[in-house]
């Protein structure tokens, strides 16, 4: 064959029995049934032929797998055999011990694919830093990448799926892109979480909080203690004024949490494209209940953590230890957009104004040729939705 690449590598697949390919040069490579490659030297020594076998794959690279050859010529030429040459083989040992320090761990990984590939193309980078920090780095983070299996990837999901087919599904994917990404990158020749199914089924969401539940929950932001727990739940001031703001609003957790004081404009909040899902602009109504909810200028940032935004984690946090304290069924910060949608159209405001409020794209043709703003339509849909909440948790 040419000279060995590593593309060339990769596509050299196991047969029945181990067989060779051999670049000019002299240069081996044995394929072995299990799938196992090693760099081989085959010459001729007092008469006899003899092969050598210089290191494994990929713990000894194609450059110092070329390096291993000219060691064992050069032992040739002096005369003795290259296999029985111990500088040979110790020098070969020191190279893929040295190469096998340098291989890449799975913390590596991870930085690597957020800081290369997430970061530039994903406004979510964080929540996968997040599902990656929490469930990947703490499982493998010391491990070599190449080493992780799919009994590996299966017996991780196994581990998560006690919290829930969503949060396995979701690992499952990320886990996918990564390696996948490390693959077209040429960090690894293939991907353990190619093949693997996803662990749980899951079923469409439709929670929506009832009346009596809304009521409870909102004021049960004010904070309270559990008299059979003995703790105590108290929201920060940012996060009960964005969980009640997402209440009022129905837009998504993500851009409420991060919401910037320059996105409001007196009764209008603007949501740039950049923040929205469908990466189109969106314009906001802000009610009076929710304009209460604003408050008044004091940095950067509306529902302010520090120097920083809070962020939909934060909202989830907050939920989950409300959610331990009552003993209530289980509902997420996007849940409560669902339950405004649901409830603005109990109302009877129509499904088409409803989807200008929630900022979902239609799909239809009609809406190519739809220009309409809906600005007015929206805002009596929020004011309808803010005086039916009012009566709700009066």
């Known amino acids: 064959m040419k000279a060995f690449t590593y593309t060339a590598i990769r596509q050299l697949r196991p047969r029945d029995r181990r067989y060779e390919v051999r670049e000019p040069g002299g240069l081996g490579m044995w394929v072995y049934p299990s799938g196992r490659k090693a760099w081989v030297y085959t010459y001729h020594y007092l008469g006899r032929k003899e092969r050598v076998v210089l290191g494994e794959y990929p713990a000894m690279g194609l450059a110092r797998a070329r390096e291993a050859l000219l060691e064992a010529k050069q032992v040739l030429q002096d005369g003795r055999s290259p296999r029985e040459g111990r500088a040979v083989r110790e020098r070969a040992r020191r190279l893929a011990r040295e190469a096998r320090e340098r291989e890449p761990t799975v913390a590596w990984l991870v930085e690597e694919y957020l800081e290369r590939w997430a970061k530039p193309r994903k406004r979510s980078w964080e929540e996968d830093r997040r ?102 739940f108290r929201a920060t001031d940012s996060t009960r004024r964005a969980l009640r703001f997402l209440l009022l609003t129905a837009q998504r957790p993500g851009e409420v949490a991060a919401l910037p004081w320059a996105e409001i404009e007196g009764e209008w909040w603007t949501i740039p494209g950049e923040r929205t899902k469908n990466r189109k602009a969106h314009r906001v109504p802000v009610t009076p209940l929710a304009l209460d909810l604003l408050g008044e200028p004091r940095g950067e940032w509306v529902f302010p953590r520090r120097a920083t935004p809070i962020t939909p984690t934060d909202l989830g946090h907050a939920i989950q230890q409300y959610r331990r304290l009552t003993g209530v069924e289980r509902f997420t910060p996007h849940d409560l957009r669902r339950t405004a949608a649901s409830g603005m159209a109990s109302l009877g405001v129509p499904r088409l104004v409803i989807r200008q409020v929630l900022n979902h794209t239609d799909p239809t043709v009609t809406a190519v040729y739809d220009r309409h703003s809906y600005d007015r339509e929206k805002r009596e849909a929020l004011l309808a939705w803010e005086r039916r909440l009012k009566e709700i948790v009066a």
């Open 131 to 232: 599902r990656l920090y929490k469930d990947v780095v703490p499982a493998w983070g010391k491990r070599k990448a190449r080493e992780i299996t799919r009994r590996d990837v299966r017996a991780l999901l196994d581990r998560v799926m006690r919290r829930g087919p969503y949060a396995a599904n979701r690992l499952l994917a990320l886990i996918r892109k990564m390696f996948n990404w490390a693959v077209e990158q040429d960090i690894l020749e293939v991907s353990p979480a190619w093949q693997v199914r996803a662990p749980g089924e899951e079923r469409a969401k439709e929670r929506v909080l009832a009346p009596a539940e809304i009521r409870a929950f909102w004021w049960g932001l004010e904070g309270f203690s559990g008299l059979e727990t003995g703790t105590e």
